[in-house]
């Protein structure tokens, strides 16, 4: 578990090989349409017995407050300037929430950890590479392995983007995108900016070196009237094992 500093970073890949020229907010309106955007209530999630109900609080101009959970206590405010910018993310413990591939419970950080490959007619990245560890029955140790993900997008809204809007997230990332002089988080964001879905991933296909799979995650999602899930169920695949994740959404 990391700190929800994730509500920055938490989609971080690699810099982008597509071309820079629009912002985050173009991008997402123009894949979706310029659908109706709302912001997430809350997130719930079960697996293997365990729940987990993660809260989002906004104030009267809509701006993402505080995040909490009802597991372990996990709180994080979010503060702004006079202006409205995004000023400071504090936490006390920790939540991945907004980590896709923890919410659905994948075995791997490819998110977290890869250099993207290729992105789908959708700007969506669609082939990550990336080196994790992996435990060696055989050895009894753990060893650095080279892995690829590709990932699989339906044409709906990425859930994710309003909330990080409210919090003044897609602001820094349109202007980062925008200014590569900023220097300050420059790195950081610049791939955040990139690896930022369009929209929600139904499947993750990961593979060895040799191109063998070595785990899957299939997600099918129920939607609302505008588009934005309400609940969905990934299915985790990996060797003999396999485990089901159950998320609901609901939101603003």
């Known amino acids: 578990m990391k700190k929800i500093n994730y509500l920055l970073s938490a989609l971080t890949i690699s810099l982008c ?3 820079c020229s629009n912002s985050v907010s173009d991008d997402f309106d123009d894949v979706n349409n310029d659908i109706a955007k709302k912001r997430l209530r809350q997130i719930s999630t079960n697996s293997s017995g365990e729940s987990l109900a993660t809260s989002f609080s906004y104030d009267s101009n809509n701006k993402l407050t505080g995040v909490s959970s009802n597991l ?19 936490s006390q413990g920790v939540n991945e929430t907004l ?3 923890t919410l659905f419970q994948s075995p791997f950080n490819a998110y977290e ?19 994790d560890q992996v435990y060696n029955y ?29 919090a003044g997230v897609i602001d820094i990332l349109d202007r980062v995108q925008l200014d590569f002089s900023m220097n300050a988080q ?19 296909v990961y593979k060895n070196e040799n191109g063998e ?8 999602y129920t939607y609302d009237q505008d ?26």
């Open 113 to 131: 950890l890869g250099q993207v490959v290729s992105y789908d007619d959708n700007r969506n990245p669609s082939k990550i590479t990336f080196q």
């Open 17 to 19: 090989t597509i071309s």
């Open 72 to 90: 372990t206590g996990e709180i994080t405010s979010i503060q702004y300037t006079n202006t409205g910018d995004l000023l400071n993310v504090s």
């Open 138 to 166: 055989s050895t009894n140790q753990y060893e650095t392995v080279s892995l690829t993900a590709e990932i699989s997008y339906d044409d709906a809204p990425n859930m994710y983007f309003s909330t990080l809007e409210a």
């Open 227 to 252: 588009n934005y899930p309400i609940n969905a169920i990934a299915v985790l695949n990996a060797g003999s094992s396999s485990e089901t994740a159950a998320v609901n959404f609901s939101y603003e």
């Open 99 to 101: 980590n896709l591939e």
């Open 186 to 204: 420059a790195s950081e964001i610049i791939k955040a900016s990139q690896l930022l879905p369009m929209n929600n991933p139904v499947q993750f």
């Open 213 to 220: 799979i070595q785990a899957t995650i299939d997600i099918s």
